[in-house]
Structures are given as C-alpha cells and as structure tokens.
C-alpha cells in the first residue's frame, strides 16, 4: 500500500487494518518504506526541468512565490503535490495577488485552483 498521507496513519494501528492476515514468518519478511519528502533542491531541480512540467510557467517565478509562502512549500513536499502545484501556479499566483490582506494557502487550495486551471484548458 502507498499512500501520500502518512500522516493519517500516525498513531494508528494501521498494520493490522491495512496488512494480509499472515503467519509470523511470512510477515517479518514484510518491509514498510517511507518516501521521504522533497528537499529544496530537488524542488528546485524539477522546477527547472522543462520535461517535468507540462505547462510554460517560470521556475523562478514558482521558486519565489514558494519561499513567499512557506506553507506552500510544505504542502508541496512530493512529486505528485509539485505537480499540482506548477499546473495551479498561475491560479494561485492571481488569488494572492488579488487578496487584500495575507493569505494563507491550504491543501484544499491548491487542489481547487489545480482543478479551475485544469477545466480552463
């Protein structure tokens, strides 16, 4: 099982929920990895790399709005999150610019501006 919300799992049992009911020496040759989330350079790596997006925006442009909000950048900590992101980027960048006061972006906001820039190609 992969999921990109570890953090649903914390605290949880979620082994016997989630694993195959199997005996003993079966299951201790089961692994649990992590993936561990991006760093900066790697955030800026694929920003960077034309062949990783799919849209014309501008890496510097993405890299500042991200050090403007940290948040943000925490959201976007995999693969999957940065994608969103650099596709919602043009979106996003309209909302702050036309909020009166500082916004603070949620996951929840990066998912609805991905999907009003996705319905408006």
């Not at 040759?29 to 014309?56: A, C, G, K, M, W």
């Not at 959201?75 to 610019?97: D, E, W, Y």
Request: aromatic share 12%; with cysteine.
């Amino acid at each position: 099982i992969i999921t990109c919300r570890p953090e649903y799992l914390a605290g949880q049992d979620y082994e016997t929920l989630l694993g195959p009911s199997v005996p003993e020496p079966v299951a201790s040759h089961l692994v649990e990895l992590f993936i561990s989330p991006f760093t900066r350079e790697q955030t800026s790596s694929y920003l960077h790399n034309p062949q990783e997006r799919d849209t014309d925006v501008n890496a510097e442009e993405c890299e500042n709005f991200l050090d403007a909000n940290p948040e943000v950048r925490e959201l976007v900590g995999t693969p999957f999150l940065l994608k969103i992101f650099v596709n919602a980027f043009p979106r996003l960048r309209s909302k702050q610019a036309t909020s009166a006061n500082s916004f603070r972006f949620t996951r929840g906001d990066l998912y609805r501006a991905f999907m009003e820039e996705w319905f408006r190609k």
